[in-house]
Structures are given as C-alpha cells and as structure tokens.
C-alpha cells in the first residue's frame, strides 16, 4: 500500500508539472494587480512567472501579441 501511495505522490507531482507547463510559449495571462499602490496589468506566463507590466489592459495585450502568445484575461 506505502508504494501505491508513493505512485499516486509521483503521478500527482507529474500532473501539476504538466498542468504549469500547459500552454508555456503559446498563451500568457494578463491579470490587473497594483504595484505600489497603481492600478496595472501584469502579463504572466503559462508557469506564473510575472513577464511585463503595463498601464492598460490593450498594452499589456499588445506586448503578448508582439511575442507570438494569446493573451488571457485573468480576474
């Protein structure tokens, strides 16, 4: 049984693995946040990682486009 939950921990890892990676260098995800204090709209990739910011929704989508992604809208 200890190794039967061993491989659900391993397939569970992998899963999340994949699950962060799906869409990496093909989708990235704008989402409005504040930075200090301002209203902007940072551009995240696929894995989370924060990639550009910018002052309105229409940049942060341009910069996206510019690199040959879709962006998302997150709320």
């Known amino acids: 049984m200890l190794r039967n939950q061993h491989d659900r921990s391993a397939d569970h890892a ?3 693995h994949g699950f962060a990676e799906w869409g ?8 409005q946040e504040e930075i200090n204090g301002m209203p902007v709209h940072v551009v995240h990739g696929a894995d989370g990682e924060s990639l550009a910011a910018a002052d309105s929704y229409a940049l942060a989508a341009a910069i996206v486009v510019q690199n040959g ?3 998302l809208p997150v709320h």
């Open 24 to 31: 990496l260098g093909q989708v990235a995800y704008v989402k």
């Open 14 to 16: 992998a899963a999340l």
């Open 69 to 71: 992604m879709t962006p």
